[in-house]
């Protein structure tokens, strides 16, 4: 059974201030990893995706991937009240019977204070 | 626009009484999954399919049927609901290839509740 981890939360940062939320995962055969943003009853949308090791940015966002230590991490800079969500993290294999499943975290609540 | 719908958005209903959530995707995905989300455990796979007439069990099938005799519609059938199947669901595709940057699209989702 793939298993990702994440801490639940709530993790509070100030307006302005570095988010920096973290995830392992169990299956050392996964190649992609996702993060998501979940606003509350709504459906996920996607962010950042990356799978190779090292660091991937975009905008305020930045992506971590260290496949020895089976990490992924999202940081996010200055970040906004609009922020303010729950972060899934999703690890997928390659395309192939049972590894292709996309397997989340139970996500971490971020919450960004004005 | 490209989109995974599902309906009804949100149900009501009795414990027994079938019902079936639809989803249907244009984008031309090979891979469409179920999903259901309670509070505490996060995303879990119900079902999946890599294509038309090939489907799988996820990791919380029981209770659940799918079909897919058409590539872009994936429904999601509770023969016999019960309260424990009351729970927020998403559909998702996905195209199914090798490239490592495929992403889920999601549906708006199905709020379901069992009484």
């Known amino acids: 059974q793939k298993e990702v981890e994440q801490n639940s939360g709530p993790l509070s940062v100030p307006e302005g201030a570095i988010a920096s939320l973290n995830c392992t995962y169990s299956d050392r055969g996964s190649q992609s990893f996702f993060w998501y943003r979940q606003y509350s009853g709504k459906s996920p949308e996607l962010i950042m995706f990356i799978y190779s090791n090292g660091d991937k940015e975009d905008g305020r966002f930045t992506a971590q991937l260290n496949k020895a230590s089976q990490y992924v991490s999202l940081l996010i800079r200055d970040s906004q009240p609009s922020d303010s969500a729950t972060y899934l993290c999703a690890v997928r294999g390659l395309p192939g019977a049972g590894s292709y499943q996309l397997t989340f975290g139970k996500g971490t609540k971020l919450s960004v204070i004005p | 626009e490209a989109q995974v719908t599902q309906n009804p958005r949100y149900l009501i209903t009795v414990t027994g009484k079938k019902l079936t959530v639809t989803c249907s995707q244009n984008?031309?995905?090979?891979?469409m999954s179920w999903y259901r989300q309670d509070p505490g455990l996060g995303l879990r796979q119900i079902y999946y399919?890599?294509?038309?007439?090939?489907?799988d069990k996820g990791d919380v099938p029981e209770g659940y049927k799918v079909s897919r005799k058409e590539k872009r519609n994936f429904p999601l059938i509770l023969e016999s609901p019960s309260p424990n199947q009351t729970s927020l669901y998403f559909c998702a595709s996905s195209p199914y290839r090798s490239r490592l940057d495929t992403e889920a699209f999601f549906g708006q989702g199905t709020r379901l509740t069992v009484v």
């Open positions: 984008m031309n995905h090979e891979y």
């Open positions: 399919s890599m294509n038309v007439e090939v489907t």
